[in-house]
């Protein structure tokens, strides 16, 4: 077990140290693990970098905007799939499961005069809109996984009460999915946060990611692994933070669908 | 009107089925329509239409031809390994009962980096001369000099190497999955078998792998699907080189339109995996998945 902990830990260990070494100790023959002298030059260096600190910006925004998107579309039709036995929504799980498996190359290329056509070519709306293709079709699965879970009666009962529909599932069942949507929107979010194809091939300079600026690093200016692993790092920590936080939702959410199929 | 159940469902389906009516479906029929064009890549440019000549353009394409069964090989070496080492990771967990919170928790963190950063972080373990990875087996005498193993050079094993980030990225996935399905089996069957004398691996072989087989045909589905669209964790790594060696399918389609500056032959590539891709997943989907129907 622990032998396989630290087959775990070094690679990422490693781009962590990596991140404080002086670009000169990046290329040393042979490699060194840790730095022979601590510096925040790479982190200084990346930061004043011209893009660097806009794609961060780009890169939440996207994925705040996506997050949204997914949820507000996804939430009424996983709904609807689950309270109404309907074939439409039958049909509907079966065509957003197959939108998993689109390649995004094939819907990119495509998808770029879509945009353009809408004015949202290298914005971060658009861009988001392309993600949210990706988070929409598991937004809609892990949603109705949690809307089985809510007994129907909870709304038979709002409705004698006097709730219209959309009140009882505004007042009633919405709240105690809430769990399930804070699941949802993490799962959203990631998906935003990392993806790489769309980013290339839907936006050049103003509304560019944090993925592509990474990726820069190697074509601009040669290969600068001090700049690339600090500028990785600091983009990944965030998120790895916010799952060890949050780390029994996401489990919850990745094992749902598959264990209860 | 009265709102029945059925249009209140229809109108809740709506705003998620015109989303997806206009970023996916949309964007599909213009890529087929596409694929039976020759078109210039400048925006505006002029385009003929040209039937199924870009189908087979590209099916007497060595290029093409290599990069489908490459796409598939490097489905088949990640999800296998990924199987492999997520059910023996899964297993560990079960040993350990309660104990294993921790190590699952910290299996975790590689599922949140993005591939760029994976891709990156590998093609800089592995680089030749510089790697660490060569260094350390020199060291500890599996090398006999540190460039004597080209990972991502060598066009014979650069498939293989490209694999390494994706595998450590998602084994954690197929390990959780499967861990959870472990815990729902039933304990009274384990502990019939484990009383009967079975041994560990009849136990592994005839009891738990078919038990859990419905947890394992998903998980190789989900996984199998994404890692045949694997794009940027490869691009990254190698660009699709050394000669080509590690250009998959989503690479090949990306460059054709990109470099090449043939978006025509592009989408009639497009069309066809994505063909491929919708028959594995409409097969997959009705025999195994049956989303949706009343367990």
Same mark, same amino acid.
């Given at each position: 077990m622990l032998l396989v902990v630290v087959l775990y830990a070094v690679p990422f260990l490693y781009l962590l140290v990596t991140s404080f070494k002086t670009p000169l100790e990046t290329l040393a023959v042979p490699p060194t693990f840790f730095p022979t002298h601590w510096t925040l030059e790479n982190f200084t260096t990346v930061w004043s970098t011209h893009g660097v600190p806009a794609s961060f910006v780009n890169s939440l925004t996207t994925a705040v905007i996506s997050t949204l998107i997914s949820l507000a579309l996804a939430v009424p039709a996983a709904y609807a799939i689950t309270r109404f036995h309907t074939r439409a929504g039958r049909l509907f799980v079966m065509l957003a499961l197959v939108t998993r498996m689109v390649p995004p190359v094939a819907v990119g290329i495509p998808l770029t005069s879509t945009l353009s056509a809408l004015h949202l070519l290298d914005t971060p709306t658009g861009l988001a809109l392309a993600h949210t293709t990706i988070s929409l079709p598991l937004s809609i699965w892990l949603m109705s996984s949690f809307f089985e879970a809510v007994p129907g009666e909870l709304e038979e009962a709002a409705k004698v009460d006097g709730c219209t529909r959309i009140g009882a599932l505004w007042r009633v069942v919405l709240p105690v999915v809430s769990g399930g949507m804070a699941v949802t929107a993490i799962f959203a979010f990631l998906a935003s946060w990392n993806e790489f194809l769309f980013a290339l091939l839907l936006?050049? +300079?103003?509304?560019?990611t944090t993925p592509l600026a990474i990726a820069n690093f190697q074509t601009q200016f040669g290969l600068q692994w001090g700049s690339m692993t600090a500028l990785a790092a600091l983009y990944s920590i965030p998120v790895i933070l916010l799952t060890l936080i949050l780390q029994r939702h996401i489990v919850s959410g990745l094992t749902l669908g598959a264990v209860k199929g | 009107m009265r709102l029945t159940d059925r249009r209140f469902a229809v109108l809740l389906l709506l705003p998620a089925a015109a989303f997806l009516a206009v970023f996916v479906a949309w964007p599909i029929v213009r890529l087929v329509l596409n694929s039976f064009y020759d078109i210039s890549p400048i925006a505006g440019g002029p385009r003929s239409f040209v039937g199924l000549g870009n189908y087979t353009h590209a099916l007497k394409d060595g290029l093409f031809r290599a990069a489908a069964g490459r796409t598939l090989a490097y489905t088949l070496i990640v999800v296998t390994a990924e199987f492999v080492l997520g059910l023996a990771m899964a297993l560990l967990f079960s040993t350990l009962g309660k104990r294993s919170a921790i190590f699952r928790t910290f299996f975790m963190? #590689?599922?949140? +980096?993005a591939p760029v950063v994976a891709g990156l972080l590998w093609r800089f373990l592995l680089i030749?001369?510089?790697g660490i990875v060569n260094a350390m087996l020199f060291r500890i005498g599996l090398l006999d000099s540190p460039s004597q193993v080209g990972w991502l050079s060598d066009p014979s094993i650069v498939l293989f190497s490209v694999a390494l980030p994706d595998i450590w990225l998602t084994t954690a996935f197929m390990a959780l999955v499967l861990f959870a399905g472990l815990q729902n089996l039933p304990p009274d069957v384990i502990e019939a078998a484990r009383i009967d004398g079975a041994r560990r691996w009849t136990m592994l072989s005839r009891i738990i792998v078919p038990l859990l087989r419905p947890v394992i045909a998903v998980v190789l589905i989900v996984r199998g699907i994404d890692a045949a669209k694997a794009f940027d964790i490869i691009l990254i790594q190698t @660009? @699709? @080189? #050394? $000669?080509?060696?590690? $250009?998959?399918l989503s690479l090949l389609i990306y460059r054709t339109m990109v470099r090449f500056g043939e978006p025509g032959l592009a989408s009639a590539m497009a069309t066809m995996y994505l063909l491929v891709m919708l028959a594995v997943a409409v097969v997959a989907v009705s025999t195994i998945w049956r989303p949706g129907a009343e367990s």
């Open positions: 936006t050049s +300079i103003r509304a560019q | 963190y #590689p599922l949140m +980096i030749d001369n510089t @660009g @699709g @080189g #050394p $000669q080509n060696a590690s $250009q998959t």
